[in-house]
Structures are given as structure tokens and as C-alpha cells.
């Protein structure tokens, strides 16, 4: 109780006006945390470019356990391998996210099975819920009308946007069979058109968006 005192201390009462940083979440159990490298960077200049935002050109790096989480209201996760949080680590996240910060897992292809079985460490009485297009992360910027887009081809299935919400407001989003990263990495990395690519980083750009005001 202790803990969470002080961490609940350290929290912002309004993250949009006390940090312009956003981080990528490091994990534990071998899984590449680090893979999209050039992803963030572009989001963060697309963001800035287009809707107004003034965040940091350098994007961090945070453990799931630190309580340095709770200085960013933006953090990001993906990985094609598995993932492990320790109990600890799990508590850390939930309180991070109930407290007013904000989550975005996204599937690089492999990622699905690990990250379900993780995440029912830090919300063990909750279910993803898969957002319906109507919910506002897909017109808050840029306006998707089927919701989720499609960047990259794996297994045939069709995007899909999950989340965890507290209060009404969705803290938690996981998009599976997307590959938003893929599409704000380097255009060199994927060869994407450009139109995939500005898709991507429009999405992208609604969730930071969200993140931010919400």
C-alpha cells in the first residue's frame, strides 16, 4: 500500500501537460521489444507535422517494472516473439494505466499468444474487448470508416483493435494483424506505398491523439 502511495504520488494530474515524451516498453522473456526501430520517430514527426502535438524527436526507452513509466503518457509495445511480466511488473502496468496512462500494444507477427496470456496478469477479472468503428480512436484526427486498417498481410484474417478500458476511457489498445509499426518504419524497410505508409501514420497519429485528451 506503501507503493502504491508513492507511485500514485508521482503521477501527473495531467499528463498532456507535464511530459512531451512518449517511450517504447522493454519486456522480459526473449521477445525483441526493440524490433521497428525508425517506427516511433516517424510517428512522433508525423504527429507533429499534422496534429498539432510538440512531442520530444527522441522517443524513450522504459522496463514494464520502472516506475519511470509513469512519466510518460504514451507507451508502446511490440515484438514478433514471447513476452513475460513478472507479478511485480504486472501490478506496475495496471497501476500505470488505471492512474491516467496510456498503452498501445501492437502485433509485429508472433506476438498474439504471448501477449493475451501476459496481459491476464495485469487485468485477471477483465477481457479484451474489440472496439466497434464507431469508438472515437478511429476519427479523432483522421477518420477511418471500417476502423482498424490493414498494412501487412499475414494469415488472411482481418484487423482487428482490442482494449482494456477503466472508467469509460479505453487505457489499454491492442491492434492484432494490422502492423501499424511496420507501416511508420523507414519507407526503405518495407518498400510500402506511400498510401499504405500514410495510412498507417494516420491511424498511428489517432492514437497518440487519444492518448494525449483522453
Not at 487485468?123 to 474487448?129: G, H, R, T
Not at 476519427?139 to 469509460?168: C, M, S, W
Request: proline letters at 4%.
Amino acid at each position: 500500500m506503501k507503493t502504491l502511495a508513492i507511485i500514485l504520488f508521482l503521477i501527473p494530474s495531467s499528463f498532456s501537460l507535464f511530459s512531451q515524451e512518449i517511450a517504447v516498453l522493454k519486456y522480459n522473456g526473449g521477445g525483441d521489444w526493440y524490433s521497428n526501430p525508425t517506427a516511433l520517430t516517424n510517428l512522433i514527426k508525423y504527429s507533429n507535422a499534422n496534429i498539432n502535438t510538440t512531442i520530444s524527436a527522441t522517443y524513450k526507452t522504459v522496463e514494464v517494472g520502472s516506475v519511470e513509466l509513469f512519466q510518460y503518457p504514451f507507451v508502446h509495445m511490440t515484438g514478433h516473439g514471447n513476452v513475460y511480466f513478472s507479478e511485480n511488473e504486472a501490478e506496475n502496468l495496471r497501476n500505470y494505466l488505471i492512474s491516467g496512462g496510456f498503452l498501445h500494444i501492437d502485433d509485429n507477427y508472433g506476438l498474439d499468444i504471448y501477449i493475451r496470456r501476459e496481459l491476464k496478469k495485469v487485468f485477471p477479472n477483465q477481457e479484451l474487448i474489440e472496439l466497434p468503428i464507431s469508438h472515437p480512436i478511429f476519427n479523432t484526427a483522421f477518420v477511418f470508416k471500417d476502423g482498424l486498417p490493414k498494412i501487412h498481410e499475414h494469415d488472411g484474417k482481418r484487423p482487428q483493435a482490442f482494449g482494456y478500458f477503466h472508467n469509460g476511457r479505453l487505457i489499454c489498445l491492442y491492434t492484432s494483424e494490422a502492423d501499424l509499426g511496420d507501416g511508420w518504419e523507414n519507407t526503405e524497410v518495407h518498400n510500402d506505398p506511400e498510401e499504405v505508409r500514410i495510412k498507417a501514420l494516420k491511424m498511428g497519429a489517432n492514437i497518440i491523439k487519444y492518448a494525449f485528451n483522453n
